[in-house]
């Protein structure tokens, strides 16, 4: 993987982050203190993958955090696909290159 990658992956995360804690205030404000949770649990991993990015951190919120979240969220998940798209092409095409362990 080039920095270059690393980088692209860096700013897809903190878009992540920046659509969920706009999306929490939005839901506090509301009065969904269990939307806000499931966002909270969700996203907090992220900053520390931001600082100190690892394959297999990534592979997990990938593999492990996204889908459970998505199979717990009653919230609309848009905002997030985008930024989810980008993130599949890339481990897809890492993948291809490496041989990564899901």
Known sequence: MTNE???????????ILT?????????AQRGLME?????ANHLHNLPGLIKSFKWEL???YWNI???????????STAGY???????EAIIETQQATL???T
């Open 5 to 15: 990658n690393e980088e692209e992956i860096k700013s897809i995360l903190l878009d």
């Open 19 to 27: 659509t969920g804690l706009l999306g929490m205030r939005v839901m």
């Open 35 to 39: 939307e806000c949770f499931l966002e």
């Open 58 to 60: 990534l592979l997990y």
């Open 65 to 75: 955090e996204r889908p459970g979240y998505l199979s717990r969220t009653t919230g």
């Open 81 to 87: 696909q985008k930024y989810w798209d980008k993130l």
């Open 99 to 101: 041989p990564l362990r």
